[in-house]
């Protein structure tokens, strides 16, 4: 029997017989050729055609055409490009108040509670917390501050609805129908759906329009996915988009999350106040109070916390309720060994202040026998050169002269963080002290002028149909 590789199999001969014939022609053309090179060599060096040049691609535009955004925004290009980098870059704002004759001092990197000058809340940490603290729940009742924590992810009450509930058809629709716009103009702002300036237009008086005069529910939220991080409120305030977003839009944004996050959706802006006591006969102010099953947060905590530069309230006493100020009448709260907290700017006949925005010269309050009061002993406490003690937030009162361009046109605004850096003796006798203050760097700027201005059309509106209605009724 012929072995299938034997040379005695006619097939696997003639096969064998090729193989041969092509390896002897491809050590034949080897040998010519490397005769030809040696040949080359010993007759000096051959001119050679130079290699061909790369063919060239057209390069990704890298710098930003006219932006509808401003100077300080990417062109969407850029952005994109950003996009791909983990760490989102800092941005530094740009006040439009006066610029402050004390230099702040730049810090070695951005502090950790912030993003692009914003507050930003940090994740809920799993160790052990410092008793003082506690954590805010995300059930509807707002808890009391201490260390403000809300998670970026969606609340556990936002994912706890059945699919019964999600179907339901008692749903008010046409609030439905608004939040998905919102939701859609934040996909098409995200996907670059349209022009830019324009959806942003939109989203701002969207966000306006949701804080004030939306009947909200919880349901409503979920159903229109809107504190989704992907393609919900944080994708303005909270995502590598950021960079797009103008400023006075990542506030309000935020603002308005962490509201629903906190299952808070009343959007009276007198919520939690008791207004049934009329005027006094002596016509001093009505007797308004925090009613008693409505959650108070406290005010007695350094820095931001869970505020947002701009936050807007009707009255003194909601900057209570919601925990910006301590004190329903007083300008100054603070607690003793701790200082000042924070101040409200309200101006007075015989009070020497002057507000410059980012500077400004605040008189405490007048003492007797030669001692300060305690709100003065508080800002006392408070004083230091720069960064070396706590900033207090500040206030500003509509009840400011006319004349100051930074009043609110209506109700309180939180302007931010200032350095109280030093302080006079203006009355020996009454202790009257004025304080210096001066507006910390990086923080967004005071929102009393332009598109970004806070009230906003909408809050005003509120705001004036309440008073309305109070003196209507002999308030």
């Known amino acids: 029997m012929v072995n299938q590789f034997s040379l005695a199999n006619p097939e696997y001969k003639k096969a064998y017989d090729e193989a041969v014939a092509k390896c002897k022609e491809l050590s034949a053309k080897e040998r010519a050729e490397k005769a030809a090179a040696e040949k080359a ?5 051959a001119k050679t055609m130079p290699p061909p040049e790369p063919v060239s691609r057209p390069e990704r535009e890298t710098s930003p055409p006219d932006s509808v955004l401003g100077d300080d925004v990417p062109s969407p290009v850029v952005a994109r490009t950003l996009l791909k980098r983990k760490e989102v870059p800092t941005e530094d704002f740009t006040s ?9 001092p730049e810090p070695s990197s951005p502090p950790a509670t912030t993003v692009l000058g914003l507050p930003k809340i940090r994740k809920r940490s799993k160790t052990t917390q410092d008793p003082s ?18 998670e970026r992810d969606p609340p556990a009450w936002y994912n706890s609805f059945t699919r019964s509930q ?39 008086q969207e966000l306006h329009e949701a804080e004030v005069r939306y009947k909200v529910t919880d349901l409503l939220v979920r159903k229109a996915r809107l504190l989704f991080p992907d393609d919900g409120l944080p994708v303005l305030f909270f995502s590598e988009f950021v960079t797009l977003v103008p400023w006075d839009i990542r506030a309000d944004a935020e603002e308005l999350y962490n509201k629903w996050a906190l299952r808070d959706f009343d959007n009276d802006v007198m919520r939690g106040i008791d207004m049934t006591h009329p005027k006094a006969k002596s016509g001093q102010r009505n007797a308004d109070c925090i009613k008693k099953d409505y959650p108070r947060i406290r005010a007695n905590f350094y820095g931001n916390g869970h505020l947002i530069n701009g936050q807007w309230w009707p009255t003194q006493l909601c900057t209570v309720r919601d925990g910006a100020h301590g004190a329903a009448q007083g300008g100054i709260y603070g607690t003793e060994g701790s200082g000042a ?23 405490g309050t007048d003492g007797a026998d030669g001692k300060a009061t305690a709100n003065t002993s508080y800002m006392l406490a408070s004083v230091g050169p720069r960064g070396t003690k706590e900033p207090v937030r500040v206030l500003r009162s509509h009840n400011l002269p006319q004349s100051n361009r930074f009043r609110p046109k209506r109700g309180f605004r939180y302007d931010g963080l200032y350095d109280v850096v030093d302080s006079q003796c203006t009355d020996a006798e009454k202790q009257i002290h004025r304080f210096h203050l001066v507006r910390r760097q990086g923080q ?4 009393y002028q332009g598109i970004e201005a806070r009230p906003t059309p909408e809050e005003i509106e509120a705001y004036d149909k309440i008073r309305s209605a109070l003196t209507g009724l002999g308030f």
């Open 444 to 447: 967004a700027p005071i929102r």
């Open 96 to 104: 439009p108040t006066p610029s402050s004759s004390v230099a702040s």
């Open 133 to 150: 603290a506690t954590s805010a729940s995300p059930e509807p009742a707002a808890p009391s501050y201490a260390g403000w924590q809300i």
């Open 166 to 204: 999600l179907s339901s058809p008692t749903i008010d629709r046409d609030i439905l129908v608004k939040l998905q716009r919102l939701k859609d103009l934040i996909r098409d702002f995200k996907e670059l759906k349209g022009n830019e300036n324009a959806l942003l237009i939109q989203i701002r």
């Open 341 to 363: 907290f924070s101040v409200v700017l309200s101006g007075g006949n015989h009070y020497s202040d002057r507000d410059e925005g980012d500077e400004v010269w605040y008189a």
């Open 41 to 45: 060599q010993a007759l000096g060096p």
